[in-house]
């Protein structure tokens, strides 16, 4: 009996081998947060297993090395609270610029040469125009280049409060300006740019409310929450983008933001029903982030 106490012993020690807290694993938790809060699974006790297993010269150079990615990560992705804001104005300003010269200008060649874009060739330019930036600029600003989603982020404290105006007013003057750009090459200018409703009232309300939820909701949730896989933020913004155009762009445009329609309506002077954007994508935006943040772990 005796015997046989101890091969089950044994068994069990093999079964589920100690938890060390090796510096090793230290850096991986810093790593992947996700480490810290998850439940460990099957793979991740093997390898922690396997990692306890090695000689010490072979855990000391996987800890060098993980210390050594961690710091070229935190070297190479800034954090955006070090940047100043001036610079984060100058970059909201530019990636609005170039989003609206983008999907204006595509708007444009579809209607001059009888609809060769298309609505999905449209939608597919706004999305990887949002992509790209996201990309380039989320380092620096987080790349909102969205009245309504700087408005929404304030609210729930992902932005600071006195950042609100300087955001606000380098969005929009960013989208008046690749307005009147686009005015300039074009010339005279295709009114089509502008945001205007081809449905009623309530219908147009409530597509921007919702395709406005839907892109906060999606870009809270990967944006904010440490549990979300944030490598991915770009291509599943851009994705959003597209979608809700494919959703609301014969109905409404599909603006979701308030600077798309405002910098276009100031260069074609059409203000028909503008109110809808500019109260609808704001209310959406907060509503959006507000479901998220309900709902997260």
């Given at each position: 009996m005796e015997e046989q106490k101890r091969s089950m012993g044994d068994v069990t020690a093999v079964?589920?081998?100690?938890?060390?807290?090796?510096?090793?694993?230290?850096?991986?938790?810093?790593?992947?947060?996700?480490?810290?809060?998850?439940?460990?699974?099957?793979?991740?006790l093997i390898h922690a297993g396997s990692v306890s297993s090695r000689p010490h010269a072979d855990v000391a150079e996987s800890s060098g090395a993980h210390a050594t990615h961690h710091h070229r990560w935190n070297q190479g992705?800034?954090?955006?609270?070090?940047?100043p804001l001036i610079k984060k104005v100058?970059?909201?300003?530019?990636?609005?610029?170039?989003?609206?010269?983008?999907v204006s200008s595509t708007i444009i060649m579809n209607e001059q040469h009888d609809g060769v874009e298309s609505l999905l060739g449209i939608a597919t330019s706004a999305g990887?125009?949002?992509?790209?930036?996201?990309?380039?600029?989320?380092?620096?600003?987080?790349?909102h280049l969205n009245p309504a989603v700087s408005i929404a982020m304030a609210v729930f404290g992902?932005?600071?409060?006195?950042?609100?105006?300087?955001?606000?007013?380098?969005?929009?003057?960013?989208?008046?300006?690749?307005?009147?750009?686009v005015k300039g090459i074009y010339h005279p200018v295709n009114p089509g740019i502008a945001t205007i409703p081809k449905v009623g009232t309530t219908e147009a309300?409530?597509?921007?409310?919702?395709?406005?939820?839907?892109?906060?909701?999606?870009?809270t949730a990967l944006a904010t929450d440490p549990h979300a896989v944030k490598e991915l933020i770009a291509v599943a913004v851009g994705a959003t983008i597209m979608m809700n155009a494919l959703v609301a762009g014969p109905s409404t445009e599909a603006s979701m933001n308030p600077a798309r329609t405002l910098g276009p309506a100031i260069a074609t002077c059409r203000y028909t029903q503008i109110w809808i954007y500019m109260v609808a994508t704001p209310l959406g935006a907060i509503a959006g982030t507000g479901a998220y943040v309900a709902i997260k772990l």
């Open positions: 079964a589920v081998p100690p938890m060390q807290t090796s510096e090793s694993n230290k850096i991986s938790i810093i790593i992947s947060p996700r480490a810290a809060t998850s439940k460990i699974m099957p793979f991740e992705l800034p954090k955006i609270n070090a940047v100058g970059a909201e300003f530019l990636g609005t610029f170039i989003l609206i010269f983008t990887l125009a949002v992509t790209v930036l996201v990309l380039s600029l989320i380092h620096i600003s987080g790349c992902h932005l600071p409060l006195a950042h609100i105006l300087p955001y606000v007013a380098a969005q929009i003057l960013g989208s008046i300006a690749a307005s009147f750009t309300f409530f597509l921007e409310f919702i395709t406005t939820f839907v892109l906060l909701f999606i870009i």
